[in-house]
């Protein structure tokens, strides 16, 4: 019987996906979100696993003050991780999420509120957000709250007898500021809080075992029931002499379990042509992080601690990624109800190396590596975003 | 003094005012679509979803990150 052991993707933060999409934030609080309908493949393929799946929105308003929006996700997930790979067999399920959303402008104040619902076989995700968008000093400034609770329910195939929740509260504040004529800049503070069942029931953590032939065995990760995280970024963009953009940002993290981290991103957008018929992007994004108090690769013996984990994202590593994009305006004889048709298609290239994450696969019969001297594992993710908007 | 008083006063509540330092007519630049932090919702909130997923950090991907719906 195949395992369901990696939920690579999905677990845990799939409820924040499009509560913030839905109740959105803006640029500038005295308008409505733009009316559009977008319809997006997406695919995730690396590190043995691919995920893919449709994304559409639909954002409609009703009259001249409420914009009502809808959202359809899927992420199909197939594959083996490396997780996976050590300790049970290729698996594939998929996940369907449902998110509407509304959002109400009065002068200059934005009230919005949002749904969502994900579910998978093993995994049911409500979440429901509020978030209120002020803008003041002549609309130079914009102060942005949002707040969401979600409630999860967790489950383990195989396994009728384990059931298990957890609820996740999220405050976030922004302060979005026209700084000159040229350059926009924002402050984003955020405090996440999350109580009950944590990690993923498939996962296990190893420990040395001289009773077994490679000297490892596993047994099951257990992490704390609470966390808590707190993140602040400042990004800006600027308008350069001839048009183009650049944009930077920052983005500095740490949380409850000892985890701290860091992450800069630069982008580049240049339109070729001064109608926007296509629109071309480069990016690059570095991150870092620390590993949790709790993890280890390699614990000395069973039971070495109340908490454990090695779950990989819990670990020391790195990420860069690339991205290059393309927009195009399709011209009018092909587009779609007499509107704006756009095509875009975006690509990123990301590279994971971890310090302290050891790859077990190295193990085979004829090898005699001593465990925790493995070398330590890395792979490289293609991510594709190809997506048709219609404005309407 | 009858006359400082109220000077003071105009001058203290004058300087409690903020004027708008980059005029509506003046925003031209930033009005343009390339300026706005995220062009795509859905596009932008699904590359938020990537990183989450696989990076412990999570939150303040601002107005713009998480997805905003921004025009």
Redo the contacts between chains.
């Keep these: 019987m195949a395992v369901e052991v990696d939920v690579?993707?999905?677990k845990f933060?799939?409820y924040?996906?499009?509560?913030?999409?839905?109740v959105?934030?803006?640029?500038?609080a005295a308008?409505l979100?733009?009316e559009r309908a977008?319809n997006?493949y997406?695919v995730?393929s690396g590190g043995g696993v691919t995920i893919d799946g449709p994304?559409i929105?639909i954002?409609k308003n009703i009259g001249s003050n409420t914009?009502f929006?809808a959202?359809y996700y899927v992420d199909m997930i197939s594959g083996a991780s490396i997780d996976v790979e050590a300790t049970a067999s290729e698996y594939s399920e998929q996940r369907d999420q449902y998110s509407l959303g509304a959002?109400y402008l009065v002068d200059k104040t934005t009230i919005s509120v949002g749904y969502t619902n994900s579910s998978e076989n093993d995994y049911e995700a409500e979440t429901v957000a509020f978030g209120i968008?002020q803008g003041f000093?002549?609309?130079?400034s914009?102060i942005?709250l949002r707040v969401s609770y979600g409630s999860d329910d967790v489950f383990r195939s195989g396994d009728e007898n384990f059931s298990d929740e957890a609820q996740h509260r999220?405050y976030?504040l922004?302060w979005?500021q026209?700084l000159?004529?040229?350059l926009?800049a924002?402050l984003?503070?955020?405090?996440?809080t999350d109580e009950g069942f944590l990690n993923n029931p498939y996962r296990s953590v190893r420990y040395l075992d001289p009773a077994s032939g490679s000297g490892f065995a596993y047994q099951a990760e257990v992490y704390p029931r609470t966390r808590n995280?707190?993140?602040?970024?400042i990004?800006g963009?600027y308008?350069l002499p001839y048009?183009?953009?650049v944009?930077a940002e920052y983005?500095r993290?740490a949380?409850s379990?000892g985890?701290t981290?860091d992450?800069v991103e630069f982008r580049y957008?240049h339109?070729l042509e001064e109608r926007?018929e296509w629109?071309l992007e480069g990016k690059i994004r570095y991150?870092q992080?620390t590993s949790?108090d709790f993890y280890s690769d390699l614990f000395p013996y069973l039971n070495a601690s109340n908490f454990r984990a090695r779950d990989k994202?819990?670990s020391n590593f790195t990420?860069l990624a690339f991205g290059l994009g393309v927009?195009y305006e399709l011209p009018q004889r092909w587009s779609l109800l007499n509107r704006k048709n756009t095509i875009?298609l975006?690509w990123?290239h990301i590279l994971?190396d971890y310090k302290d994450f050891l790859d077990v696969t190295v193990h085979g019969e004829g090898t005699s590596i001593t465990p925790g001297e493995e070398p330590a594992y890395n792979f490289s993710a293609n991510?594709f975003?190809l997506?048709w908007?219609v404005s309407i | 003094m009858r006359y400082l008083l109220p000077l003071i006063a105009v001058s203290l509540f004058s300087g409690c005012t903020v004027m708008p330092w980059v005029a509506p007519y003046e925003r031209q630049y930033l009005a343009d679509p390339i300026m706005g932090f995220e062009r795509d919702p859905v596009a932008a909130s699904y590359m938020n979803h990537v990183y989450e997923a696989r990076e412990a950090a999570r939150g303040a991907e601002g107005g713009s990150g998480g997805g905003c719906g921004c025009n």
Excluded: C
């Design positions: 690579v993707a999905t933060m799939r924040w996906l499009t509560a913030g999409l839905l959105s934030a803006y640029s500038s308008v979100p733009e977008d997006m997406h995730y994304s929105l954002r914009s929006s959202n959002d968008s000093f002549g609309d130079l914009t942005d999220r976030a922004s979005n026209i000159t004529q040229k926009i924002e984003s503070v955020e405090t996440v995280s707190d993140a602040v970024a990004r963009k308008r048009r183009a953009s944009k983005r993290y949380d379990w985890i981290a992450n957008t339109p926007d629109i991150y992080q949790a994202e819990m990420t927009s875009n975006y990123d994971f991510v975003r997506f908007t």
